[in-house]
Each structure stands twice: as C-alpha cells, then as structure tokens.
C-alpha cells in the first residue's frame, strides 16, 4: 500500500497545488498560445514528479512515512514555484507577478 501511495501521491498533490498556485496567488502566465501553456503545464509535472522522487530518495532515511512522504511533500509543495516557473519558462511562457488593485 505504502508503494503505490509513493507512487501516485506526486501525481494527486501536483493538481492540487498547482490550481491553487495559478487560481489563488497573484500570478499570470503572460504570452504563449493555449497549446504552449498546457505543455508547459504537463512539464512542469513532470518536473514535480521528478523533484519529489529525487526529495523521496534523499529523506527516505528519516522513515518510511515522515521522511519518505510527509518531509517530501512539504519541500516539494515549498518548491512548486520555481518548477512552475522552469516548465512554463522552457516553452515561452512567463510566469509573471501579478500587482493586485487595492
């Protein structure tokens, strides 16, 4: 159980994130097509995926659970803005600040 849960839980927490990183912060992708955004939507999951298992195998020393998942999951979920940013930045589309009216 703990295996598959490694497996899928990158996958389930990227969406997750990644909606409330794009929908909720004060953040546009500026420029590109809508065909360049979604590649650069499905990069930067793949970018998460592979820092989180890179993150899985480095803290798995702590634990199963602490270290394997709970610790990785908190570093990843902490670097989401940065992978967002190279996945959409290697396709054209910037990931800029948005000033919000007060």
């Not at 999951?45 to 890179?54: I, N, P, T």
């Not at 989401?80 to 054209?92: D, E, N, Q």
Request: a positive charge.
């Amino acid at each position: 159980m703990l295996e598959l849960m490694t497996k899928l839980l990158p996958l389930m927490i990227f969406w997750l994130l990644i909606a409330v990183y794009l929908g909720g912060w004060p953040v546009d992708l500026r420029g590109g097509t809508g065909v360049r955004q979604v590649i650069g939507l499905l990069l930067s999951c793949v970018l998460f995926v592979v820092a989180w298992k890179l993150l899985h195998a480095a803290f798995l020393g702590f634990g199963e659970v602490l270290g394997g998942i709970v610790i990785t999951t908190f570093i990843a979920a902490a670097l989401l803005p940065a992978i967002a940013w190279l996945g959409f930045k290697m396709v054209g589309v910037p990931v800029a600040k948005v000033n919000p009216a007060h």
